[in-house]
């Protein structure tokens, strides 16, 4: 599967002025961005847009989404507002790959004890459970400048309800 490069091509250019920088690769992209709300609107937009052109199911390209938002906000977490993050998606044989880069090597996501998807008393605590079931298997790797959290997300997911 590969992403239309005509819309790539657009997305470049309206999203340098966003204060971003993306790169179109055979099977997706990665984007260059800080982290700010206005960003992870844009982020998730290019997620869905992309995907859908690669031709990707809604439950697929929900699922991603999911996954990038759930990252993008423990690195705001970790790392603060306006941070720089790298994110990258591109489909495969397998899923799709989701993947964050931050600068904080330091702080990695931790599953904590206990957490649980149906606790209606819970205000937070679900993000990481919730990786569990889209993306199993989901890791954390140190880079030279942090840490990139990878995540993929199966074309199992591809038309369940």
């Known amino acids: 599967m590969s992403v239309t490069p005509d819309f790539l091509a657009n997305s470049l ?16 992209f990665t984007l260059h961005m800080s982290a700010s709300p206005g960003n992870l609107r844009a982020v998730r937009g290019l997620t869905a847009r992309s ?15 999911l ?6 906000g423990n690195a705001v977490r970790a790392c603060g507002d306006h941070a720089p993050l ?8 397998a899923g799709v790959w989701v993947r964050l880069h ?8 931790r599953r904590a004890p206990g957490a649980r998807l149906d ?20 890791d954390v790797v140190a880079t030279p400048v942090g840490k990139q959290v ?11 309800n």
Do not use: F, K, N
Request: proline fraction near 8%; glycine fraction near 14%; hydrophobic fraction near 35%.
């Open 13 to 28: 250019t309206s999203t340098r002025s966003l204060g971003h920088y993306l790169t179109p690769t055979p099977a997706g």
């Open 102 to 109: 931050d600068p904080d090597g330091s702080r990695r996501p």
């Open 119 to 138: 606790d209606g008393e819970a205000e937070s605590g679900r993000g990481l459970p919730l990786m569990d079931l889209l993306a199993p298997g989901w």
């Open 67 to 72: 996954v990038l938002c759930e990252l993008y």
């Open 51 to 65: 995907l859908r052109d690669s031709g990707a199911g809604a439950d697929l390209v929900d699922a991603a989404q």
């Open 86 to 93: 790298v994110a990258e998606v591109e489909t495969g044989p």
């Open 150 to 160: 990878r995540c993929l997300v199966s074309h199992d997911l591809d038309g369940i």
